[in-house]
């Protein structure tokens, strides 16, 4: 498992992620993790969008290995809030 920095600039302004760290197999896979993992939709593109409306819209930067045995999921993000 790697470390990715993950971020968007289509979807900005308040209360909207910009970024955040993940642990994920994969470039791609960082990609389609959304930093609000406890959403139970979370690339729905209902009014109100707080995230890319796509994994094509995010970029993931590999920043280094996790630990053994680590699990894929978000270890932070950065919110906008307004």
């Known amino acids: 498992m ?3 920095f993950i971020f968007q600039n289509k979807v900005r302004g308040y209360d909207t992620y910009d970024s955040a760290v993940v642990i994920a197999k994969t470039a791609k ?3 389609e993790t ?28 590999l920043i280094g290995k996790a630990k053994t045995n ?3 999921r978000v270890i932070c993000s950065s919110f906008n809030a307004g």
């Not at 139970?40 to 109100?48: Q, R, S, V, Y």
Request: charged content about 25%.
């Open 70 to 72: 680590s699990e894929a």
């Open 2 to 4: 790697n470390i990715y």
């Open 34 to 61: 959304h930093p609000n993992q406890n959403s139970l939709d979370p690339w729905n593109k209902a009014p109100g969008l707080c995230w890319a409306e796509s994994p094509k819209d995010v970029t993931a930067e």
């Open 29 to 31: 896979k960082a990609r």
